[in-house]
């Protein structure tokens, strides 16, 4: 059930992407949708009262502590993939913004109007 | 002998690093960084011919630890980014004195090998797409190197498409991680071929099977997913062209979805004919759109979506045989049809982008029409330009001929005798469109003298003459015997997944650990 909060996010971002005109708002889609991967990813290891994944004094154990942490791996995984996002949002910016400094528009359409303007 | 695995990676990455510290004037320690590291990556992949290898990165036993793990298809994979690699870094040293900051594109350059030699050699699937993703933001980077406004939109069409590409396959790897709680490849492999862990979880596997699928077919730049690509490569520098073209498209898109595909999921014929429908798909449209274009690289590029069509077309035919069932051998050969047109795909288009970039950066020309009269000013760029524009379009004695030979055999063996006639009508159109071409160069009327700005140089020259003499070579693979040597090891490594499911227990025992970390981590 709360794989439902994923898809909604993957698909608000889809339809950010294909419907905006704005560059900043198309990026901002791209993010939501790679949010929703990483909460997809995240609830994958998630488990109901689960303790945070941390060896203590309670759950010492290898087996105690496995029945009781959630899963860390996807904890692991998603701080990689935070990061790739990171630097994929980062470099899109810059290059919108040096987009902007040709066109002085975030627009798209704008945009191709001034390219085929320049091209004929 | 210790192992080497880990220096393909290690190299092309400190390599990067130390090229960011170099200044921006000492463009001659920056080429002889470059050089050197390509040179060694060369040099590795030789040594590492035939074979196989495994390395635990940090001495985490395998399902538990990330591994690299080098088989036939690796190899295949490493010797293709090391050829392309050196030949791009070598033809740049003149070609990006244009461009200023020539530090950063090589660091850039030498963090996108990293990035393909790790998805080369990674035998694990989240791994593999931090590898994937290292490569591919480094080509986004070099895409719109040039910061003119044609450049960055390509780069930023390119991103916003491609970051989504990335997050369907991570997508994919939550799913399946999800399911079988692993994601080293040997043991999903082993865990999915022993069926589902409950029965309704099949269609999961076959829908996170096909996001995947979809963000590879992305990154190849296959037909429908081909849009970035011609703009792209038109406008990018031309070495970036034929880097992306040679190698990133097929190691990141190709080779991963060969190896999700046959060994991970294991092939099913319902993908094998998704990959036939992409590939004849693909293969028809850049002829035909390559045809009627009228800027050279803009028309490069579309031939290139019609070469990666051959290679997954040859892909599906024979997955759709191995997975009837049927006999072996018609899907062998059109598995190495695929390899073989890997291989040549991975020689004559970055030629043919190198040549492009040669006569753009002397005379100024981009456009087919005015090429006229530029063979009698340019030897050793138009001659190179001809190898490579044969061998793309299959003349006999050329690689090219050859694997597209096997294609189609295959598919007439395989029963697909509308499919063979599809791939051969193709051929011609390709055929035709690059003797126009090549016509224009040799013999076209000059309407006005090309002017010649200033004489290729010695570096750009080497660059060509020793993909032209590879082109030329890549014809030897045809010989049963070199055939064996190089391309079956390729065919096998995708055939037989019992094979690397297995290696998952060897590889363990050959790098036996002093202590064993297992004790602490349960799951």
């Known amino acids: 059930m709360v794989y439902i909060l994923a898809t909604i996010l993957l698909i608000v971002g889809l339809f950010g992407v294909f419907t905006q005109k704005n560059l900043i708002k198309i990026i901002i889609s791209v993010s939501i949708i790679e949010s929703a991967v990483n909460v997809f990813l995240i609830l994958v290891g998630y488990r109901s009262g689960g303790i945070a994944p941390l060896m203590t004094e309670q759950h010492s154990q290898a087996e105690v502590f496995a029945l009781h942490s959630v899963d860390p791996l996807p904890q692991a995984m998603i701080l990689t993939s935070i990061v790739i996002s990171l630097s994929i949002l980062a470099l899109m910016v810059a290059i919108s913004l040096r987009l902007y400094h040709v066109y002085g528009t975030y627009d798209i359409t704008e945009i191709r109007k001034a390219r085929l303007n320049s091209k004929s | 002998m210790t192992n080497l695995l880990p220096l393909m990676v290690a190299i092309p ?22 050089c050197g590291a390509s040179a060694a990556i060369l040099v590795i992949a030789l040594l590492l011919f035939g074979k196989t290898d495994a390395y635990q990165m940090g001495g985490w036993e395998i399902p538990i630890g990330i591994n690299l793990s080098l088989d036939g298809l690796s190899w295949l994979m490493l010797i293709i980014i090391a050829v392309v690699g050196f030949a791009v870094t070598l033809f740049s040293f003149a070609y990006m ?3 200023t900051s020539k530090n950063r594109y090589y660091c850039i350059l030498m963090l996108m090998v990293a990035g393909m030699n790790g998805t080369a050699l990674s035998g694990d699937i989240f791994n593999r797409f931090v590898y994937v993703e290292i490569a591919v933001i480094a080509s986004y980077i070099l895409v719109g190197f040039g910061c003119e406004a044609d450049e960055l939109e390509a780069a930023l069409k390119y991103a916003v498409l491609g970051a989504i590409a990335s997050a369907l ?22 865990k999915i071929s022993s069926g589902p862990p409950v029965a309704a979880a099949a269609s999961s596997v076959f829908f996170a099977a096909v996001v995947m699928l979809a963000g590879f077919t992305y990154k190849s730049a296959a037909v429908p997913l081909h849009i970035w690509q011609p703009d792209a490569f038109s406008t990018a520098p031309a070495t970036v062209s034929a880097a992306l073209s040679g190698a990133l498209i097929q190691i990141v898109g190709i080779y991963a979805m060969i190896r999700t ?35 050279l690289r803009r028309m490069l590029s579309y031939h290139s979506i019609s070469q990666i069509g051959y290679i997954l077309a040859g892909l599906g035919i024979g997955s759709i045989v191995i997975a009837s069932g049927e006999d072996s051998p018609v899907a062998a050969l059109a598995i190495i049809g ?3 047109h890997m291989v040549n795909h991975a020689v004559f288009q970055p030629l043919l982008f190198l040549t492009a970039g040669s006569i753009e950066s002397s005379t100024k020309i981009r456009q087919i029409k005015n090429l006229a009269g530029v063979a009698r000013k340019k030897p050793l760029t138009s001659a190179a330009s001809l190898i490579a524009s044969c061998s793309i ?75 032209s003499v590879i082109c030329i070579a890549t014809s030897l693979l045809a010989i049963p015997a070199v055939r064996s040597a190089v391309l079956e090891p390729a065919k096998e490594a995708i055939v037989d997944r019992e094979s690397y499911i297995n290696r998952l227990n060897t590889d363990n025992q050959s790098t036996a650990n002093p202590t064993n970390y297992k004790t602490e981590t349960g799951k």
């Open chain 2, 13 to 34: 990455l400190a390599a990067g690093f130390v090229l960011a510290l170099i200044p921006r004037t000492g463009t001659r320690t920056c080429n002889a960084v470059a």
């Open chain 2, 97 to 99: 004195d244009t461009y």
């Open chain 2, 169 to 190: 396959t991570l997508f994919g790897v939550a799913i399946l991680y999800a399911l079988y709680g692993t994601v080293n490849i040997a043991h999903l492999a082993e």
């Open chain 2, 261 to 295: 595909m046959f060994i991970v999921f294991g092939i099913t014929a319902s993908i094998g004919w998704i990959l036939l429908c992409i590939g004849m798909l693909s293969m028809a449209f850049g002829a035909v759109a390559g045809a009627k274009q009228s800027e």
């Open chain 2, 338 to 340: 695929a390899l073989f």
């Open chain 2, 393 to 467: 379009a299959g003349v006999p004695p050329f690689g090219g001929f050859f694997s597209k030979m096997m294609i189609i055999i295959a598919s007439a063996l395989a029963g697909y005798y509308l499919i063979a006639i599809t791939v051969v009508a193709i051929s011609i159109v390709t055929l035709v469109a690059f003797m126009r071409f090549q016509y224009k160069m040799f013999f076209g009327q000059e309407i006005e003298p090309a002017k010649i700005e200033k004489k290729t140089p010695i570096s750009m020259k080497v660059a060509m003459a020793a993909l």
